[in-house]
């Protein structure tokens, strides 16, 4: 952890990042974030944007995935 700077400064680690482990305060303290990051984006949220779209947290961004009608995943078997 001590030379992690070091790491990024080469070329080849450019992508790379170190994550140390949580204990359980800690934990449970990113998950209230989560939660409360997760609640403040639904509020602000379209109708059409509830109906098509869901907020998801992934490596502390949150991202939005899109949701796939049930029959437009039907109609993409049959073909």
């Known amino acids: 952890m001590a030379r ?8 080849e680690h450019k992508d790379m ?3 140390r482990d949580m204990n ?3 934990r449970e303290k990113e998950r ?3 939660s409360e990051g ?3 984006k639904s509020e602000k949220r ?3 944007e509830k109906k098509n779209f869901y907020w998801r947290f992934l490596d502390m ?19």
């Open 4 to 11: 992690k700077g070091k790491l990024d400064d080469d070329t």
């Open 17 to 19: 990042w170190i994550k």
């Open 24 to 26: 359980l305060e800690e």
């Open 32 to 34: 209230v974030l989560r």
């Open 38 to 40: 997760k609640k403040k």
């Open 46 to 48: 379209t109708e059409i």
């Open 61 to 79: 961004r949150l991202e939005k995935w899109y949701l796939q009608k049930k029959e437009e995943v039907v109609e993409e078997a049959r073909n």
